[in-house]
């Protein structure tokens, strides 16, 4: 899970997930899951996705943005598009066992600013695909 002004490092969280599984492979192909994929891994359509009651068990990684925030309360995905839950840092860890992680970087742009317009197009994947040769082992 990233802030909305985050961008995924797929270097970082490559590392993660290796050092999760144990180095079981050599390479990883990640990705944002494409809408009927997403569905059919979780049960919730593009845009509502949450980390809880998914019909498959899904390990759930937090950047460390997240876990700093101050308050340390954020609003996630509740099901429906229309639908945010929120909670507390240490409660959601608590509940659903995710790991706190370093994966991400800042976004290019200024998003505190009037003219920002966050780009939440579901075709435009190229920023949300992680390459296998630039997360291979070398």
Known sequence: ML????????QKLYHVVRDFTGGLKKYYNFHVAP???SEQLTGFLHNGVSPFGTLTSIPVIIDK???????AFFYFGG??????LGCSVEEF???????VADVANPRD???EGKDTK????????????????SIEEK
Do not use: F, H, N, W
């Open 3 to 10: 802030q909305y002004m985050a961008k995924l490092d797929c």
């Open 35 to 37: 809408g009927i994929e």
């Open 65 to 71: 943005g997240i876990a700093s925030l101050k308050p």
């Open 79 to 84: 099901g429906d598009i229309d639908t945010k």
């Open 93 to 99: 860890l608590q509940k659903t066992g995710a790991r």
């Open 109 to 111: 742009g200024d998003y």
């Open 118 to 133: 966050l780009d939440d197009d579901e075709d435009d994947d190229e920023d949300d695909v992680c390459e296998k040769e």
